[in-house]
């Protein structure tokens, strides 16, 4: 297995190697087993061969398509503003994106300072959601459209996840926003000073939904 760093190091290798015009391969561990081996010893390990045979290991370019082969999209939310959902989405995007995915951000509501963080952490423009000014299916379609090359999507709520307009109307919440668009929801909260009654408070979120 190749861990991130290991396919860096591997692939500066590889373009120095191009670059002296001489054939370079990837060298494995002293004592390493090759992809035939190492099914045929896990075969021996199981008895009668159960299990799933091990995908052929790749070159580090093609490992990165892979990892970009399906879309990810999160909304990153919380009970109310203060408690940390820029600090866990800027931290998931760039983690996303040190990992080779191309990530785009979102903010949900009119809010410009968020966004320049979101995009120190993708290298990317961020763009903002608002079902109240922009209807849904605005939101849909600025969604579609800039998410269009996105490996991956992080959308940061604004305020308290049912926090809209006004009380008893949702449009420009962010759970009107993930609605509209069928994202899952993360919850982020301060649970200091808490033990089981954190359930108590993401279960009444869930069922409130």
């Known amino acids: 297995m190749l861990f991130s760093n290991e396919i860096d190091i591997l692939e500066v290798q590889g373009d120095k190697a191009r670059r002296e015009g001489r054939r370079w391969r990837r060298q494995e561990p002293r004592g390493a087993l090759n992809d035939g081996e190492e099914w045929k010893a896990r075969e021996?390990?199981?008895g009668q061969g159960g299990g799933t045979r091990p995908a052929p290991r790749l070159a580090p370019s093609r490992r990165r398509r892979r990892m970009t082969g399906t879309f990810h999209a999160f909304c990153l939310t919380a009970a109310r503003s203060g408690e940390g959902k820029t600090t866990a989405s800027v931290a998931l995007m760039r983690l996303l994106a040190r990992r080779g995915l191309r990530v785009q951000a979102f903010k949900c509501g009119p809010d410009y300072i968020?966004?320049?963080?979101?995009?120190?952490?993708?290298?990317r423009p961020a763009c903002?959601?608002?079902?109240?000014?922009?209807?849904?299916?605005?939101?849909?379609?600025?969604?579609?459209r800039r998410a269009a090359d996105a490996d991956a999507a992080v959308c940061e709520g604004v305020m308290g996840l049912f926090d809209g307009r006004e009380p008893g109307d949702p449009a420009g919440s962010t759970a009107d926003c993930a609605l509209a668009l069928g994202l899952p929801i993360i919850l982020v909260f301060n649970a200091r000073g808490?033990?089981?009654?954190?359930?108590?408070?993401?279960?009444?979120?869930?069922?409130?939904?």
Do not use: I, Y
């Not at 968020?114 to 290298?123: E, L, Y």
């Not at 808490?194 to 939904?209: I, K, P, Q």
């Open 128 to 144: 903002n959601l608002d079902t109240w000014m922009m209807g849904r299916a605005g939101v849909r379609s600025l969604w579609m």
């Open 44 to 46: 021996h390990e199981a």
């Open 194 to 209: 808490m033990a089981a009654s954190v359930a108590a408070l993401a279960e009444g979120f869930r069922l409130h939904a």
């Open 114 to 123: 968020d966004p320049t963080f979101h995009a120190q952490a993708t290298g």
